[in-house]
């Protein structure tokens, strides 16, 4: 059964929407958003929102930059899908553009025809149909119809019993129909390995896996020209071939699409022949001109080799024939020669750092040695060494004698003549898993019930947990602070979700709004005409300066005249402006918490971060939860933040006195206290790591990158990338992952990296 894209996204999102919410409701508001259209106006787009668990709709603001696809604002009907991109403002959720799934609503089904009546289709569905969609479609002039493949079709193929697929515009009686598609003959994808029979003007007929002889056909028009193929063939090194060097009995690697009343169709092939293929093992045996290696399967082949096979370490270095002993581990490449399987190159990957990773937990564990049982519940004993180094999930550097037994962990190691090493382990105990916020609806010594929007979840206290207020001062979990705002990041432990630190909306300091325009600015004095009054506040180090588009400005930006919001807080008689936002009024609105800003430090003192932006000072206070890392060299301490250092600060909440508090602050130069090539092994760094939606690949300036290759902890390759240093991390999940960089110069470096979110 097939199914419209647009529908099939539909039902996908249906089925994982709880999962979909939580992990987007966590931090913050979606910036994206699916579902129907309710309503337009000059200002708003508002809509119900499947991403979304508020079961009200949704509205986000419209403007003049905000794009329209697949149908006009004017033109569009309520009910229509469409899909949202929006960006945060400091007036709200702005959208920046629309995709409409045309101007009406667009509904697809699919079943068998009852009856034909004319232009209209009754339709029998397998399923029940939801409400208020109708199970009789009205064919029109402009309906396409076709068969699975695209195929054209007249309307007097439609015949009673058929199955179909049908799309259109849902009046609510019928389904006025854009198309619909005959679904009785639609193929099935194959991939095989065949064998060539002969060639024909249409078509090739060959030996499937199976032993039975098929004939193919072309899927557009005659095959060649003189010598020259429509039909794509290509050999295994990716270059085209002509119809002159493809021979009967050739191996050929095809794609087809199986179709079960109709010819089958050829989509392209590669030649087998020739190809060389991989072997990984043990090194058994070596002779003066043959070695057999051991596979993981027990098998043992015997690969014969010359002088023009290559020898090679892990790093790419050539190496000599001495050097492929018995027990060595070796992973190379052969091609058939006639009876013989000539080796074309041999690597032996003993000794090479980083070959190897797994996952799971401590259950064992001497002065020398950790044994873990990893997920695939085998078990692996690996010897800690000099080299051997031990980190957090943050990339802190911890040493080998902190794991503990039961301890969950990310390994990484090598191998040398059958002994396996650790390279570096990852305590994954306390990674944070999760960040939640909502409010608190019990509390006591031993758990926190939160109420997170779409339910109200138990979440375990213990002795780590650590909890502040406004003032940035611990305080207990009790019934004293039900009823609070609560941001906290989650702990996943194996007896439940721990809280790990928080912040909790206690001790805070009364702010207030003004807004309007500017009267004066003058010995850091700013007066702002509210409602008729002018009220004074001052613009200190406290205060955040901010362009309606959430750009950092700077002083010079308070003219006279120019629209503010300015959030203040009270102190005695003066206000104090904590925040001011260029160009709006938000008398009746909020403000943005969140700010990111970077520039040159100050100074440091007492834990304060004082840094320049714009020409002017902003102060940032940090606590025991702040994040410190060097945009180079990985974890770093406040410490390192010397003045004269460039740093990004990133703040969401202020203490009661009215200081930023910095969440995490970002090192751009300067040194660390963590040594890199302690960290990586190697003569390489990626930055961040952990990292979230990009990695930047550093070291080794002088050498051009060929190809970088992340791999999951089973090995397989999850993303490749030639000739460039950034990598682009969106489309691979959360998790543990070794980076692999091949150099110019043939030199590989390898090192691990975690994916966070």
Known sequence: MIRSTFATLVMFLIIIAPGVLRSQERDSTSLFGFGTLVEVTNSTIVFTDLLSSNSEPRTV?????????????????????????????????????????????????????????????????????????PDVALLNDATQISDCSGRPLLRSSLSVGDQIQVGGINNGSVIEASYVVIADNCPEYKFESVVLVSKRNDGITVTLENGVNADLIFGIGRPFEG??????????????LSWSEIETGSTLRITYLDYPNAPDVVLDAMLEDGCPKGFSGVVARVSASTVDVTESDGTTTTYDFDLSTQILSCSNRELTWADILPGANVQGAWIDEGSSKKLLHIQLIDGCSYSFAAEGWVIDKTENTITIRTSQDSTLVLVVDDLSLVIDCNGMVDRPTQLAIGDTITVFYRQERGTFYLDLAQIMNSCERSKISGVIVSANESTLVINVGYETKVFLVNEETQLFDCAGMLIPSTSAIEGATITAHILDRP?????????????????????????????SVLVVSHNGEEQSVVVGDITIIMGANGAIAGRNDLLIGRNVCAVAQSTGTTSIALQIILDIDCSERGVTKGIQVQGAVESVVDGNVVVTVRGQNMMFATTDITVVQHKHQGSASLADVASGSSIVVTSERRLANGIPVAESIVILDGTSAVDNDAVTGNGIVAYPNPASDALRIEGRMQHGVDVVTVRDMQGRLVLLQRGSRSLSLQEVPVGAYLVTVQFSDAVVETLPLTIIR
């Not at 696809?69 to 702005?94: I, K, Q, W, Y």
């Not at 553009?97 to 699919?110: D, K, L, N, R, T």
């Not at 010598?227 to 085209?240: A, E, I, Q």
């Not at 979700?497 to 207030?512: E, Q």
């Open 61 to 133: 603001i419209r403007n003049e930059q905000t794009l329209a696809f697949g149908c006009s604002f004017e033109e569009v009907r309520p009910g229509t899908n469409l899909h949202v991109d929006m960006f945060e403002s400091a007036a709200g959720l702005v959208a920046r553009f629309v995709q409409f799934e045309g101007c009406a609503p667009m509904i697809g089904i699919e079943g068998a025809i009852r009856s034909i009546n004319g232009d209209t289709l009754r339709i029998s569905s397998g399923l029940p149909l939801p409400d208020g969609v």
């Open 227 to 240: 010598d020259s193929l429509h039909t794509f063939v290509f050999s295994c090194d990716g270059r085209m």
């Open 495 to 523: 007896d439940g979700y721990v809280i790990g630190s928080a912040w909790v909306d206690v001790n805070c300091a009364v702010t207030g709004i003004v807004s309007g325009p500017i009267v004066s600015y003058q010995d």
